[in-house]
């Protein structure tokens, strides 16, 4: 990747309350056979992306130890959501990057080469404010579904819990990988509104505020992938079984 002005935000800092592993963070926990986030490493590294912010919170020295000076670490002290663990993470990148590709640090071992270069030149191409990987599942339950007009333009991000029925039989899913152009970030992160649920900032919103502000939005189909989101230990099972056969 020659891009120099591309960076990598990878969030990181989540507690992983249903995992339940206590004193380490779940992206260090072993996918064949290494932790998690360094096979996401290893990625970044074979498409030569130098600029590499992790963002770290809940059992922070076990991401560190692991990852070492191999990336930038950026501290998430009060876990207020994945729109606030960017906004952290952005204060860390170095100036001169000009666009970001934000990923998740226990899903992320997922994705390809070709699928991230392919994600990254469309956006670069494009000149998007915002690019988004869509990936089809045959199970989406769980995933917020694409909702798409009739010229095939992305109209919105719809969660299970919000889905109507119809909705719901919708297989492209949001697996949460994103590039975004970093002025675009400064001009729309501080305005994310806090959910009155959870009382957090999600990242989501920022796709919604594109569309309602009509800032260019593409979207790469990734197609039927091989990926797992990992939040338990039975996902964490799933995902070794999906990783080896896709390996």
């Not at 935000?9 to 995992?19: D, E, P």
């Not at 404010?129 to 007009?149: S, W």
Request: glycine content about 8%; charged content about 30%; overall charge positive.
């Amino acid at each position: 990747m020659t891009k120099k002005e591309l960076g990598v935000i990878i969030l990181a800092a989540g507690k992983g309350k249903r995992m339940n592993s206590k004193g380490v963070n779940k992206v260090v926990l072993p996918l064949a056979d290494k932790p998690m986030i360094t096979h996401t490493i290893s990625l970044l590294e074979k498409l030569q992306i130098k600029h590499i912010v992790v963002v770290v919170g809940f059992a922070k020295k076990s991401v560190m130890d692991i990852l070492g000076n191999k990336v930038i670490f950026a501290e998430q002290d009060k876990r207020l959501g994945t729109a606030h663990a960017v906004s952290c993470g952005l204060k860390k990148m170095p100036k001169d990057v000009s666009d970001v590709l934000v990923i998740n640090g226990d899903d992320s071992a997922f994705y390809t080469k070709d699928v991230i270069q392919k994600l990254v030149n469309l956006h670069l191409s494009s000149e998007a404010a915002l690019t988004m990987l869509t990936i089809e599942k045959d199970n989406p339950f769980g995933l917020g579904r694409i909702i798409r007009d009739k010229d095939d333009s992305i109209l919105a991000i719809v969660e299970e819990k919000d889905a109507k029925m119809e909705q719901k039989k919708i297989k492209e899913v949001n697996p949460a990988c994103y590039v975004f152009k970093i002025e675009f970030l400064n001009k729309y992160l501080n305005k994310v509104k806090k959910s009155g649920v959870t009382g957090e900032y999600y990242l989501t919103s920022l796709i919604d505020m594109g569309i309602k502000n009509n800032e260019k939005i593409e979207t790469f189909r990734g197609g039927p992938l091989a990926w797992r989101g990992v939040n338990t230990k039975d996902e964490l099972q799933e995902a070794e079984e999906m990783f080896r056969g896709k390996n």
